[in-house]
């Protein structure tokens, strides 16, 4: 069993930026991909971000390549979203996510956080 919980969401303008962090509890974290996904109103959950469990692979939705950047650090259980230029389009609630694979897919996560808020003003 894997627990996740983010942070670091929040209110922040148009080209600012912001680093989500997912902490996550058990001693498995590290055989898990990790991946981060968001949620617009009205919109289905997208995904954004994956790194392998040792982190040496990363994948990013093409639109949003260069602007963020997904890590993780093992000895502290934790993945970090570190976004940069926001937009707002980018205002979503972001979901970090836990699975076998490094996956675009949400099927292919078996935990998910709670969801962290970020709103990017004009």
């Known amino acids: 069993q894997v627990q996740l919980v983010e942070s670091g969401g929040g209110l922040v303008q148009a080209g600012g930026s912001l680093r989500l962090s997912c902490a996550a509890s058990?001693?498995?974290?590290?055989?898990?991909?990790m991946g981060w996904f968001r949620q617009a109103p009205g919109k289905e959950r997208e995904f954004v971000a994956a790194?392998?469990?040792?982190?040496?692979?990363?994948r990013y939705t093409d639109s949003l390549k260069g602007r963020f950047t997904i890590s993780r650090d093992s000895a502290k259980n934790t993945v970090y979203l570190q976004m940069d230029s926001l937009k707002p389009e980018d205002t979503a609630v972001y979901y970090c996510a836990a699975g076998e694979y490094t996956s675009t897919l949400r099927t292919t996560y078996n935990y998910w956080g709670q969801g962290t808020q970020v709103t990017v003003s004009s």
């Open positions: 058990g001693r498995t974290f590290s055989s898990y991909a």
């Open positions: 790194i392998s469990w040792s982190g040496s692979s990363t």
